[in-house]
């Protein structure tokens, strides 16, 4: 379980093809003294497991249904990328509860940045856009964000300078694909709600059944 509050930026340093996937390695700095082999580490919101440590580059594999899933396959050497390591009982909890199971991707399709303010548009995929609620949560990236608008088809977000300089938002621009994990709780409710539709609908009989009336 993650918080979606960046740690660090990390850099990819290499990757190479192995059985069901790819092995990535990354620059995790100084996260890599404090990790061990087995643990989880977000790597751009993806929640990945340590298997070689050298120095402070750790090595995660891949497997290919998270390369068709997310942004990690099209990774290549020198590609900056936002980390948090899992969360530890007792530790604060700034941000919302991220799984680290990216649910699909979203295109950057605009940015607005002025002084006053830094808003990114973006178009999730389809398949997303149910779960893209007004003042909700989102994770892009691995970052926690609150969703500011939702328009057809789209989302933004605004971003403040301190997110901007902690992660690698600060060099996103347009076209740009990003990983998105919709918020666990509105995953649920659209999920339960859509599964009292198959059950005959919303009536008053299935919301006393369900315990809401």
Known sequence: MFTGIIELKGTVVATESVAGGRRLRVDVGPAASESKHGDSICINGVCLTVTEINGNVVAFDVINETLDTTTLGTKTSGDRVNIERSLRVGDRFDGHFVQGHVDGTAKVERIHASTSEHVVWLSPQASLTPFMIPKGSVAIDGVSLTIAAVDVGKFSVALIPTTLERTTFGGMKSGDTVNIESDII????????????????????ALQKAGFA
Request: hydrophobic letters at 50%; charged letters at 15%; aromatic letters at 0%.
């Open 186 to 205: 509105a995953r649920a409710i659209v999920h339960h709600l859509a599964g009292m539709r198959g059950a005959g609908g919303l009536s008053l009989e």
